[in-house]
């Protein structure tokens, strides 16, 4: 078995000791003689394996009875309008940071549902380079909540402060969630999809706090609310079972790591790394991001030309390291670095770089 350095955006590099605890259990899950996904989740088994994950969920994060962890269906982009159909009373502004596509893509479904105001928009021509700042977010006043993208996956930046905000901040943390301790607490409402840094795509977490699930709106689809799958404890309708396995063995993965603490070692590490390279060499690579906010999960540059960046590319792909194509409505290099990327691969692409550099 030869595995790649995988650089990918999502669906991302898993670790490999998560694939093959996954493998040994495939075939038999805990001597039941069938696999997770021949399994009821009516059943026992089932019931374990989920509230495993939940657990695992509130542990890592810090969080105790005072949220609730859902584990639908949907993906982050479903959560784009089941957040304000929830949310957002029908008199209420929700306020929205937009700092890039994702961001504004939550906005554009908020608008569907609800009165919204983009309290900060940090894109110039289409590019984004930065987050606000606190004194740039012009906050309604008695907001419903404040929606922001942690991580901007797309471009490659990411807070490193959240901003003081009266009403419930809501973030989707897809693309940096359990890569560095926060303080989940002042959060009331985080969502993810799990391609990212938890899991196989086909589950997204949804963290919220009881008070606003207890106000959530209702009158709305069963499945598009979160009482429902709350009351339900996530198993209102089938679950994706195996995806929600395989969450609760990253996140176990995760703990025995060091949780939180120990991810934010291992990506700074791997972050500095990157960045080291790139600011060594500003005549060959450019990162068009703001220093503050740099992303230590998605770590975009350029090359002096689009040729060399294509070559770049390809000569990457031939040394097994792949993923490192930009978005393409961004173009240049992006080198995703969740979780499951190893430090290893990053000193090897490192070492990529600086000859690739030399040899131009
Ligand atoms: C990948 C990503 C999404 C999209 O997630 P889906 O699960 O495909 O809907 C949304 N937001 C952010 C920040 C992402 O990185």
Redesign the pocket.
Same mark, same amino acid.
């Given at each position: 078995m030869e595995r790649v350095y995988n650089f990918s955006?999502?669906p991302s590099a898993l670790p490999l000791a998560v694939l093959q605890e996954a493998a040994a259990d495939f075939y038999d899950i805990a001597g039941t003689g069938k696999s997770v996904m021949e399994t009821s989740h009516r059943s026992q088994e089932y019931a374990a394996i989920n509230q495993q994950a939940q657990a695992l969920v509130k542990e890592l994060l810090g969080l105790g009875d005072e949220y609730k962890v859902l584990l639908l269906s949907? /993906? !982050?982009?479903?959560?784009?309008a089941m957040v304000p159909m929830n949310l957002l009373k029908p008199d209420a502004t929700a306020d929205y940071l937009v700092t890039?596509s994702?961001?504004s893509?939550?906005a554009k479904e908020g608008k569907v549902i609800g009165r919204i105001n983009i309290a900060a928009d940090t894109g110039q021509d289409g590019v984004y380079c930065r987050v606000p700042n606190q004194q740039e977010c012009k906050l309604s006043a008695n907001g419903a909540y404040v929606h922001l993208?942690?991580?901007?996956?797309?471009f490659g930046t990411q807070y490193h402060s959240y901003p003081q905000t009266e009403a419930p901040l809501v973030a989707?943390?897809?693309?940096?969630i359990m890569s560095r301790p926060f303080d989940a607490k002042r959060f009331g409402l985080i969502y993810? /999809? !799990?391609?990212?840094n938890l899991g196989p795509?086909g589950v997204?977490l949804v963290v919220i706090r009881e008070d606003l699930l207890q106000q959530s709106n209702s009158g709305l689809p069963s499945m598009l609310s979160y009482k429902t799958h709350a009351d339900k404890d996530s198993l209102y309708n089938t679950p994706p079972c195996f995806n929600v396995y395989m969450l609760g063995r990253t996140l176990a993965w995760v703990k025995a790591q060091g949780g939180l603490e120990g991810m934010a070692q291992r990506t700074q590490r791997k972050a500095d790394l990157l960045y080291q390279a790139i600011d060594q060499n500003p005549d060959f690579f450019r990162a068009p991001v703001d220093r503050e906010s740099r992303s230590t999960m998605n770590v975009v540059f350029r090359l002096p030309t689009e040729d060399l960046e294509k070559r770049f590319v390809e000569q990457g792909k031939s040394a097994k390291m792949i993923g490192l194509k930009g978005h393409r409505s961004v173009g240049g290099i992006r080198v995703s670095i969740y979780n499951g990327v190893e430090p290893e691969w990053v000193e090897a692409l490192v070492q990529f770089m600086e000859e690739f550099a030399r040899r131009a």
């Open positions: 955006a999502g949907g /993906g !982050a982009s479903l959560q784009f890039g994702w961001a893509k939550a993208t942690a991580n901007n996956t797309i989707d943390m897809s693309s940096d993810a /999809g !799990a391609q990212k795509a997204t």
